[in-house]
């Protein structure tokens, strides 16, 4: 199970459908707000999200889920370089995630989403 999570909702969209061909179960949130109404009900094993996302962004999802969901695997990707000193504060914060270049090739992240299972 895995939640993609995108205020571009044609990525999420296209993102969950590859997820799905490739065996998941996915859902999507357009919002960090939204993603995290969802994961109390779905339990997600994996959260997929998008750093760089209005009101709360990628990072400040994945700390929420980390404390309320600690069994969820995070993995963030963003397409922006812009994204160091969200991942700065998130680190002093003592939350460390491992992080994708968007546009991120589908075999690439189901490698990745296998790896974090293995952790």
Do not use: C
């Not at 075999?107 to 952790?119: M, Q, T, V, W």
Request: proline residues 6%; without cysteine; negative net charge.
């Amino acid at each position: 199970r895995i939640l993609v999570v995108d205020d571009e909702r044609l990525l999420a969209d296209t993102t969950a459908d590859i997820l799905r061909r490739a065996g998941f179960e996915a859902k999507t949130a357009s919002d960090g707000f939204e993603a995290l109404e969802m994961m109390a009900a779905f339990r997600p094993d994996y959260l997929l999200t998008d750093i760089m996302m209005p009101g709360m962004n990628g990072a400040e999802l994945a700390m929420a889920t980390a404390r309320m969901f600690p069994a969820t695997k995070i993995l963030l990707f963003s397409g922006q370089a812009g994204v160091a000193d969200i991942l700065e504060n998130s680190k002093s914060r003592g939350f460390e995630f491992p992080l994708l270049p968007k546009p991120v090739h589908p075999i690439k992240l189901i490698e990745h989403l296998k790896n974090l299972k293995d952790r």
